[in-house]
């Protein structure tokens, strides 16, 4: 018995591991050179340098607008809302309670430097994986949180 179990593993690995379907290419020094010469870049003047900041897509104007209204509307309210605590109870899971988490993509906040405006907006209206708040926050809690964030940027 041990004796056909040891044979039909044996077949079940050589079948599993059988030939490869890869094939392989004999490359020459020269044909290395050639490729490198070809992916050479070239730089103009219009071109970034390697080191230049990622700008993020600027949000919507219509957003912006809506954010700005808030920002108004909501200007003496904010002092009555306990912007730490909401922040820690909302947004830290993914952007921790320092603000550099960073689960689930979320951006570091320490490094993070849009404006009030694309902040709440960014919070009311929700970004990529990031819920909106709308409706789960008031605006003055959004505003203040948003207010919050911008004392944790280095």
Do not use: W
Not at 47 to 65: G, L, R, T, W
């Amino acid at each position: 018995m041990k004796n056909i179990i040891f044979i039909l593993i044996t077949l079940l690995l050589a079948i599993g591991c059988g030939p490869s379907e890869k094939k392989y290419k004999i490359v020459k020094k020269q044909d290395i050179a050639e490729t490198k010469a070809k992916s050479k870049i070239k730089i103009t003047a219009n071109d970034k340098p390697a080191n230049s900041k990622i700008v993020e897509p600027s949000v919507p104007p219509e957003q912006i607008k809506k954010a700005k209204e808030m920002i108004e509307s909501s200007a003496d309210k904010i002092a009555d809302v306990d912007a730490m605590a909401k922040f820690k109870s909302l947004c830290s899971i993914c952007h921790g309670f320092n603000g550099n988490l960073m689960v689930n993509g979320a951006k570091d906040l320490t490094k993070s430097n849009i404006s009030l405006e694309e902040s709440v907006a960014q919070v009311y209206f929700g970004k990529g994986l990031m819920t909106p708040f709308k409706g789960i926050m008031k605006d003055e809690e959004i505003v203040a949180v948003a207010k919050y964030i911008e004392t944790m940027r280095n």
